[in-house]
């Protein structure tokens, strides 16, 4: 097998638009933790003195000061990989950039035990951790090929493990568990759509089966570009609703950082 | 070392599980001490903030609310397992309480307040965690 792929323009593409999309994702990250730094410095919920005892030789990075300052680098790392016109900042700085951003999402995930937005750390982190690979090979290698389809199984894996979950789940086929999850404070749902829903199980059993149905087919992106699109294009949509519905807007962003991997997994098994 | 472990583990291999099925929901509610002995009427902790559109952007206070859900969901579930991280997980809620009791109403300023865990099963309710935080009269 060769170590190289000669001229892959696409490896090299997808690798360009998922560092400036994770770039977004971790700005978003870092701006909504840097907004609410009362609640994790002294005096906050999440203060210092409370869960210093686990923190051990990381405390200078993890306490007030400390991890304001690693906000604010992630902050300028996240930016520094959006602006990425790469090619005119250099494969290092790129690098160090996402090693930067990864190092920060590491520091966030251990000082809040995944607390804050637990799901959505894990896919960047993901996307990070291929992405890295892929920068720090060499272009056009077979591990910068890796650390890309590292990402695009993840992502599919993502969506195949909580379909198949949901398929075992009786109150999924009967729409109980959509309406469940409307009702749950924690999402803070609109209340004229919970209303409408509580009076329309069908509508809610026919939705709980769409999403069951997308996550449990999304594996057939990997069989063609074609099948890819529409693929990407219901997640979005699926994402999209998710965010405005649940609150979850950090999902949306993360997921739609790995989407350029599973495009071009699509492309390449083509 | 260990907590470092412990998290890498977890984003490397990520369980993928969201949305499997709503089970036990975890309720955080407290009430402020009126006067001496007279406690006032049991209230939620945690309501969700105002929505906008743009929200599905950036959206510090829900990334905030559905954190400290998590932190109300860990502390009671760790109360059900009796589990020996409980202590730190309830010092959290403990914290997240005072934020609000102090912030909000005079009273509980003044005298004190109470808070509990309450896990809900469909009709049931079942108290898993109490605690009353009585302050001394100037």
């Known amino acids: 097998m060769s170590a190289t792929i000669p001229g892959d323009a696409g490896l090299a593409q997808t690798i360009l638009w998922m560092t400036r999309l994770a770039g977004g ?25 409370t869960l210093r005892p686990t923190w051990g030789a990381l405390t200078p990075l993890l306490g007030s000061r400390g991890f304001r300052a690693v906000r604010l680098a992630q902050l300028s790392a996240a930016m520094m990989m959006i602006a990425s016109p790469v090619a005119a900042l250099g494969q290092p700085v790129a690098s160090a950039a996402t090693a930067m951003v990864l190092l920060g999402t590491l520091l966030a995930a251990m000082r809040f035990r995944g607390t804050v937005n637990g799901g959505s750390d894990g896919m960047l982190f993901t996307v990070l951790i291929g992405l890295l690979l892929s920068r720090l090979a060499p272009p056009d290698s077979r591990w ?48 004229p759509l919970v209303a409408w829903a509580e009076t329309h199980p069908g509508w809610v059993r026919l939705a709980g089966l769409a999403v069951m149905s997308f996550e449990c087919v999304a594996l057939i992106a990997w069989r063609s570009p074609t099948w890819c699109l529409m693929v990407i294009a219901v997640a979005l949509v699926f ?9 979850l807007n950090r999902f949306l962003w993360t997921w739609g950082a790995a989407m350029p991997s599973l495009w071009y997994a699509a492309q390449l098994l083509r | 070392m260990r907590l470092l472990l412990r998290t890498l583990l977890r984003l490397l291999l990520p369980a993928w599980g969201f949305f499997d099925v709503v089970g036990v ?35 510090p206070a829900g990334t905030r609310m559905l954190a400290l859900h998590a932190v109300v969901d860990r502390a009671t579930f760790a109360c059900l397992q009796h589990d020996e991280d409980a202590t730190e997980s309830l010092t959290l809620v403990s914290h997240l309480v005072e934020q609000v009791a102090t912030s909000t109403d005079p009273q509980g300023l003044t005298h004190g307040w109470a808070w509990r865990l309450v896990a809900q099963d469909g009709a049931d309710l079942q108290v898993v965690y109490q605690r009353e935080h009585p302050r001394a009269l100037p």
């Open chain 1, 239 to 247: 994402h999209g609703t998710v965010a405005l519905l649940f609150r």
């Open chain 1, 25 to 49: 994702a971790a700005a978003i990250n870092a701006l909504e933790l840097w907004a609410i730094r009362t609640d994790w410095s002294d005096g906050g919920i999440w203060r210092p003195a």
């Open chain 2, 25 to 59: 929901v975890p309720v955080l509610e407290w009430r402020p001490m009126a006067s001496e002995g007279q406690w006032g009427p049991w209230r939620p902790v945690l309501t969700a903030p105002r929505w906008q559109w743009w929200h599905a952007v950036c959206h």
């Open chain 1, 144 to 191: 910068a090929q890796a650390g890309v389809l590292y990402i695009a199984a993840q992502l599919t894996l993502s969506y195949l493990r909580a379909g198949l979950v949901k398929v075992t789940r009786r109150p999924w086929w009967t729409g109980e568990a959509l309406l469940a999850f409307l009702r749950l404070p924690a999402y803070g749902a609109p209340s």
